[in-house]
């Protein structure tokens, strides 16, 4: 079966503090995205990455940043958490293009920066 | 730049009824639209997929509707029932990296 995990479910941080976000996929995907969900705006995506070490932006990169060391795990780095980085962060996977166009999410990380 | 417009942003429909959900989007090198399903405290699913070769595609309950000339398509939900309460995205891809672009959302009501 189908496996996005993302570390944690809820997450509460200071402005200014790193905060890292984690997500897992077990399904030896190429494929990975992060999305941000907020009310009205519906899914944004913030980064991608179609392999090991390759990342691109999405439509809304700025004041965060992605790593991939490993195909299994891509991981969502704000630098310098403000407030209007609260929000449902949303991790996603899918195998290579023409082999399946359907992404797999986890359940997701509310994040709250006071 | 909002590529995919979705409408109504919320909807309340009685059990039984026909719950409508439209999108309009405007980059024509779109290939691949599918329609994501997201109950509280979980990650959206793939509901339901056209590609813009045919016109209509029905997966028991639920169908969607698509017109390539106007740009636009259509979740229709038939026989609605409470259980298909949730959030409903939908969404377009272009051709590289599986990379989506999604409209607003529909938070859908059923009541029994």
């Known amino acids: 079966d189908v496996k996005v995990t993302q570390s944690s479910r809820y997450l509460v941080k200071r402005t200014g503090e790193k905060v890292f976000l984690e997500c897992v996929q077990d399904?030896?995907?190429?494929?990975m995205f992060w999305y941000r969900q907020d009310p009205g705006l519906g899914l944004r995506l913030i980064y991608f990455s179609y392999d090991v070490k390759m990342k691109e932006k999405g439509d809304i990169p700025e004041g965060y940043s992605v790593s991939r060391e490993k195909k299994e795990r891509f991981s969502l780095i704000l630098e310098s958490a403000s407030t209007n980085q609260t929000s449902m962060y949303l991790c996603?996977?899918?195998?290579?293009?023409?082999?399946?166009?359907?992404?797999?999410f986890g359940p997701g990380t509310r994040l709250t920066v006071l | 730049q909002q590529q995919v417009k979705q409408s109504p942003q919320s909807l309340i429909v009685q059990k039984g009824g026909i719950s409508i959900i439209n999108c309009a989007y405007e980059?024509?090198?779109?290939?691949?639209f599918p329609w994501y399903q997201q109950f509280p405290g979980k990650g959206p699913a793939l509901l339901i997929a056209?590609?813009?070769?045919?016109s209509e595609k029905k997966e028991g309950r639920f169908t969607i509707s698509f017109n390539k000339s106007a740009k636009q398509f259509s979740l229709h939900i038939m026989d609605s029932q409470p259980g298909d309460s949730a959030t409903y995205f939908c969404?377009?891809?272009?051709?590289?990296?599986?990379?989506?672009?999604f409209g607003q959302g529909t938070i859908l009501t059923v009541h029994p």
């Open positions: 969404a377009a891809k272009i051709p590289s990296y599986g990379k989506l672009t």
């Open positions: 996603a996977s899918s195998p290579p293009g023409g082999s399946s166009d359907t992404q797999y």
């Open positions: 399904m030896d995907h190429e494929n």
């Open positions: 980059n024509t090198a779109f290939d691949y």
């Open positions: 056209i590609r813009p070769d045919v």
